[in-house]
């Protein structure tokens, strides 16, 4: 495996007051996409702040590209170069879709990315660009957020529970669109509940249990039953 | 025709009243900080603006290109020297500390400068007037309308044109999200209060040459610029000007009935609109 472009060390987090990490390690690699698989209240989301800069641990717990960034701020995590699409979107509701997009881009960071390539990606948001963003259907609204996400030009970008809410028939698009947005050597870590989406989209997975990595492994060789061994940790 | 003349009076008396009210709906918008010091921050302004017109000889409205600068600093080293650490999901330690501001500064005032009204002199500007049909309108007041006018105009457009207005309002929605876009929010609110100072700088100097001043009036100050922003509906920076106008013709048409109604009729007007429309006429915000 080459060199990871991030490498999380025995990661303690919290979630408010509880602890909702424990002693987790990961590694991803240049170009990869990783799946985090696992139930209600394992600990993804905490795991995707603590990447994120939403929550702030010590500062070798989390290592990007060589950049020890634990202990950062998120707006500083950010111009490292991770951006979030964050689980519910959470779009700006008092700025227009491209608002929204461009404050993505803000940050400034040069890369293929663009007002313009996103709306080449997703064409209906050109068509939508002066709406205000809640006025948006949810799959619209998915495709906002992940084209605020890569408006920052990011090298590694986290999908938190994109399907989350929407039809299957949108979640089937965004899944199909997502090889053309990874594609640009970013890597990328897909947390989702739909563990047959997950596995078919990465290369390597990780399954979380209770704070714990309970199984980590290849996408497409993996048996189910150890899945779900590893997912609701039944013998 | 008495009565024309008091609602264009009140009118103009408006304009001032906005730019009292613009800083504190400007914050209140970005940050959801309710500053108790921002009529003491109206005051410091005339006194700073007292201080330079006196030691360097200049004419209060050239002042204000040193007072408003000034102002803004401070409010940026306020705010990120102490304000930042005061947000939070508790609404009390904000106000407990911008009503401790509000004490310093009074009490720092009436040390330097004691406790006598001062006034600013503005020369020929003060009592000059311009004729309209059988009225006469003051130069200052019809002057002070149109600053009104074009501070809250330039506010509108940096808050709905400008990457600096996305970014206090995407701040203003949502903070952690705004700061996965890598917006330090601690240095955009450090920009806000710079903002909102920097016009209160120039409601101060208005006020101080249109009146005598004191470190005491502060607080009266506030009131109204509450009432303005109150009454046009939170988050809406138009419906402050016409909270102002609203709240400054109420007091001139009170004032035209009895003397001592002056205060008195623009609260009545004030608890009137908020029974009948407890967000403003024109609210933005939706909590």
């Not at chain 1, 991030?6 to 240049?30: M, N, P, R, T």
């Not at chain 1, 006025?135 to 957020?145: E, I, K, T, Y």
């Not at chain 2, 049909?133 to 009104?148: C, D, K, N, Q």
């Amino acid at each position: 495996m080459p060199e990871p472009i991030l490498k999380i060390s025995e990661l303690d987090a919290f979630y408010e007051d509880f602890q909702a990490l424990y002693g987790v390690d990961l590694e991803v690699a240049q170009g990869e996409v990783l799946a985090i698989i696992g139930a209600n209240g394992a600990g993804k989301t905490t795991l995707m702040r603590s990447i994120s800069g939403l929550t702030q641990n010590k500062a070798d717990m989390v290592t990007f590209r060589g950049d020890r960034i634990g202990a950062l701020r998120a707006d500083e995590v950010a111009e490292k170069g991770i951006a979030l699409v964050p689980e519910g979107r959470q779009l700006f509701p008092s700025l227009s879709v491209e608002e929204n997009l461009l404050i993505g881009g803000q940050i400034g960071r040069k890369g293929p990315w663009s007002l313009s390539a996103v709306y080449e990606l997703f064409p209906i948001l050109q068509e939508r660009r002066n709406q205000q963003s809640t006025s948006l259907s949810g799959g619209q609204q998915q495709m906002v957020a992940i084209g605020r996400a890569l408006m920052a030009n990011p090298d590694l970008i986290l999908f938190d529970e994109i399907s989350l809410g929407l039809a299957p028939i949108i979640i089937k698009d965004i899944y199909a669109a997502l090889p053309g947005i990874i594609g640009e050597g970013m890597s990328a870590l897909i947390v989702e509940q739909d563990i047959t989406k997950a596995l078919s989209v990465s290369q390597r997975f990780y399954c979380l249990q209770e704070g714990r990595v309970s199984l980590e492994g290849a996408s497409a060789t993996v048996a189910r039953e150890d899945i779900s061994r590893a997912y609701f940790g039944v013998e | 025709m008495d009565w024309l003349n008091a609602v264009i009076q009140g009118t103009l008396l408006g304009g001032l009243y906005a730019l009292f009210a613009a800083g504190l709906s400007l914050i209140f918008g970005v940050m959801r900080l309710v500053n108790i010091a921002h009529g003491d921050f109206i005051v410091l302004g005339a006194y700073l603006g007292l201080t330079v017109t006196t030691l360097l000889g200049l004419h209060p409205l050239v002042a204000l290109l040193l007072v408003v600068p000034a102002m803004a600093l401070i409010g940026y080293v306020l705010q990120r020297g102490i304000l930042n650490q005061t947000l939070g999901k508790d609404i009390l330690p904000p106000l407990l500390v911008t009503f401790g501001l509000s004490v310093i500064i009074q009490n720092g005032l009436l040390e330097v400068y004691s406790a006598d009204p001062q006034k600013m002199n503005a020369g020929a500007l003060e009592t000059a007037s311009v004729p309209l049909g059988e009225l006469s309108l003051g130069v200052l007041p019809v002057l002070t309308f149109g600053i009104a006018v074009a501070v809250i105009a330039s506010l509108q457009w940096m808050f709905y044109s400008t990457a600096l207005g996305r970014a206090f309002r995407a701040t203003s929605d949502n903070q952690e999200i705004a700061q996965l876009m890598g917006l330090n929010r601690r240095h955009i609110f450090g920009l806000a209060m710079a903002l909102a100072l920097g016009v209160t700088a120039i409601a101060g100097i208005l006020l101080g040459i249109r009146t005598s001043f004191d470190p005491s009036i502060g607080g009266g100050r506030l009131i109204f610029g509450f009432e303005a922003v109150i009454i046009g509906g939170l988050g809406n920076l138009w419906g402050t000007l016409i909270g102002g106008v609203i709240l400054g013709v109420a007091q001139t048409i009170g004032a035209k009935i009895d003397p001592g109604w002056q205060l008195l009729a623009g609260h009545i007007v004030f608890l009137a609109i908020l029974a009948v429309r407890p967000n403003g006429l024109f609210p933005r915000i939706n909590e």
